[in-house]
């Protein structure tokens, strides 16, 4: 069973940056699709961005388009997220998913999912 752990949230001030991780366990992680997700206080989970078992293609929310930046290290086993630019309403638990199908940011595509980091921007 593929198992994910993310790393990297925190306190942050609005306008400034953060990188987030998923780290995979499998060996296999190169053939997974992983999605971001992330979950506000109050509000139902959210997908922002997804990427491919190869890299080659990544999808955005509108919400974050052209501020996050998704990628992946398959011989780390690892995706990121970069946030540039991070606003109040950044402000989530965010998880990371996995799934052997398609691109997707529908949180029922997934399969596999990390335990969540929080990242809280505040001044």
């Known amino acids: 069973q593929l198992q994910l752990v993310e790393s990297g949230g925190g306190l942050v001030q609005p306008g400034g940056s953060l990188r987030l991780s998923c780290a995979g366990s499998?060996?296999?992680?190169?053939?997974?699709?992983i999605g971001w997700f992330r979950q506000a206080p109050g509000k139902e989970r959210e997908g922002i961005s997804s990427?491919?078992?190869?890299?080659?293609?990544?999808v955005y929310a509108d919400s974050v388009k052209g501020r996050f930046t998704i990628s992946r290290d398959n011989a780390k086993m690892t995706v990121y997220l970069q946030m540039d630019t991070l606003k109040p309403e950044d402000t989530a638990v965010y998880y990371c998913a996995a799934t052997v199908g398609v691109l997707s940011m529908r949180e029922g595509a997934y399969d596999y999912w990390g335990q969540g980091t929080q990242v809280t921007v505040s001044s």
């Open positions: 499998r060996f296999t992680f190169d053939r997974y699709t």
């Open positions: 990427i491919t078992s190869s890299g080659a293609s990544t």
